[in-house]
C-alpha cells in the first residue's frame, strides 16, 4: 500500500487537531484549585527566566552606571523569585 506524503501530512494535522480539541476540554474541565496551582507555577518559572535573564545582563554590562543598574534589576528579580517561592511552599503546591 503506497500512501503519499500528503496523506501522512493529513492525518498528522488531524490528530493535532484532535489533540488540541481534547485538550481544550480537558482544561474547561479543571478544578479552580488545580488553575491556581498551575497559575502559580508558571509565575514561578516566569520570576526565575526573568532572574537568570538579570544575571546574564549583569555579565554582559561594561558601563559604571549600567552596572548599577543590573545589580538593582538582578536582585529585585531574585527577591520577586523567592517571594514566590515561599508563598508556593507555604500553599503545599507541587
Avoid at 526573568?50 to 561594561?62: G, H, N, S
Wanted: no cysteine.
Amino acid at each position: 500500500m503506497d500512501k503519499s506524503k500528503g496523506y501522512y501530512k493529513e492525518k498528522g494535522n488531524k490528530i493535532i487537531k484532535y489533540a488540541k480539541m481534547i485538550e481544550k476540554r480537558f482544561r474547561a474541565h479543571k478544578s479552580k484549585e488545580d488553575k491556581e496551582k498551575d497559575e502559580a507555577l508558571e509565575s514561578l518559572r516566569e520570576a526565575h527566566r526573568e532572574w537568570k535573564d538579570k544575571e546574564e545582563y549583569f555579565q554582559y554590562v561594561t558601563d559604571p552606571d549600567l552596572i548599577d543598574y543590573a545589580i538593582y534589576e538582578m536582585e529585585a528579580s531574585k527577591i520577586k523569585y523567592i517571594y514566590l517561592l515561599k508563598k508556593i511552599k507555604e500553599k503545599n503546591i507541587e
